[in-house]
């Protein structure tokens, strides 16, 4: 599987799982009701689908355009540290706002999802690569 098929499977198994866990973490973290921490997660996982789509184009552009073909467990990790870090940028403040708490608190309450969330995404992703294979631009070119 290739392409935009590729990437819209991706995103909707990544981003449903992602829904349920940051569901469970904000109101398991937080005074809010697991109906409050839910709102809070569909706007983040609306946040993160937009990113991760974006994220994703830009990285294999810039993953087909090197020399070293595969998913070296570096690029791994920077994978997964990029796209994390870009959702922190927006989220903090998200969760700042609707939680009612200060960014300080708000970045605290993420911290444990930002951890979650880095190993869950470079799991996800080679679970992913696993079952659909590695896209295109991840594959050696014969000889």
Not at 53 to 78: C, D, H, I, M, P
Not at 100 to 127: E, H, M, P, Q, R
């Amino acid at each position: 599987m290739q392409g935009i098929k590729r990437r819209i499977v991706y995103v909707a198994i990544y981003e449903a799982i992602a829904i349920a866990i940051t569901t469970l973490g904000l109101s398991a973290f937080s005074d809010k009701s697991a109906a409050h921490a839910s709102i809070a997660a569909v706007a983040s996982t609306t946040v993160a689908i937009v990113w991760n789509l974006v994220f994703n184009y830009l990285f294999e552009r810039w993953e087909a355009r090197q020399a070293t073909k595969g998913r070296s467990l570096r690029r791994r990790v920077a994978h997964a540290i990029g796209f994390e870090g870009g959702l922190v940028v927006v989220l903090v403040p998200l969760f700042a706002w609707w939680m009612g708490i200060s960014l300080l608190s708000a970045f605290v309450l993420d911290l444990g999802l930002i951890v979650f969330f880095l190993v869950y995404t470079f799991v996800y992703n080679l679970c992913f690569d696993k079952v659909f294979g590695l896209p295109d631009s991840a594959r050696s070119t014969p000889s």
